[in-house]
């Protein structure tokens, strides 16, 4: 091997590194994350598909909530999407007025990172949210990703769940049981009625 040769491979092999090390808290990241998806020995693509009553009892959280905020930031562990919400009620757990997440994914300085499972948030929509405990840099997760999200919105009617299966696991009982296969809303109050009765939870005042 020639003299130049080999000092270009060793530059090679020296940029390597430096990459490696300045990428490694973005990987920490996904690995987390990869981590949340392989639990109970399931491949990478396969997010473990709660029940309603698993998905309410394993929850440390739960709440209404409206998105005030998503926005892309920095963190030791990577680019992560921070989501703030108000609490319009909550449900289980201690939950005060406001609720921030951390979760991987966003576009920061012209670095994207998309991590597919990750629910992601409007300023303005309103949320049902069933969340973990906090993780290593104290942020809650949606139990099951997008499984603990449900959706709200409303209507004439009043505030309305949406409801569909293979997206959310749905509670028993006819009053939110679909007909068919297709989305389906239920009374906003009846759902959160429902939850606190599987949690054995008291009702708390909505904001």
């Not at 951390?102 to 300085?109: F, I, M």
Request: with cysteine; aromatic share 8%.
């Amino acid at each position: 091997m020639g003299t130049e040769s080999y000092w270009l491979r060793l530059r090679y092999t020296a940029l390597v590194v430096h990459l490696f090390y300045a990428e490694l808290s973005m990987w920490r990241a996904l690995m987390f994350t990869v981590g949340i998806l392989v639990s109970a020995g399931l491949p990478a693509t396969t997010v473990v598909q709660f029940s309603f009553d698993s998905l309410c009892e394993t929850s440390a959280k739960v709440a209404h909530v409206a998105c005030i905020e998503s926005e892309p930031v920095k963190t030791a562990e990577g680019i992560r999407m921070r989501t703030r919400f108000r609490v319009m009620e909550g449900v289980k757990g201690e939950v005060g007025e406001e609720i921030e997440i951390l979760l991987p994914g966003g576009q920061l300085d012209g670095r994207r990172v998309y991590v597919a499972g990750i629910p992601s948030f409007t300023p303005g929509r309103e949320t049902v949210l069933f969340l973990s405990g906090p993780d290593g840099i104290g942020s809650p997760w949606p139990v099951g990703l997008g499984q603990g999200c449900y959706r709200v919105t409303s209507s004439e009617k009043g505030r309305r769940v949406h409801l569909q299966h293979g997206t959310n696991p749905i509670p028993d009982g006819a009053l939110h049981k679909p007909a068919s296969e297709g989305p389906y809303q239920v009374d906003l109050k009846a759902f959160l009625r429902t939850i606190r009765e599987t949690t054995g939870v008291t009702a708390s005042s909505e904001k």
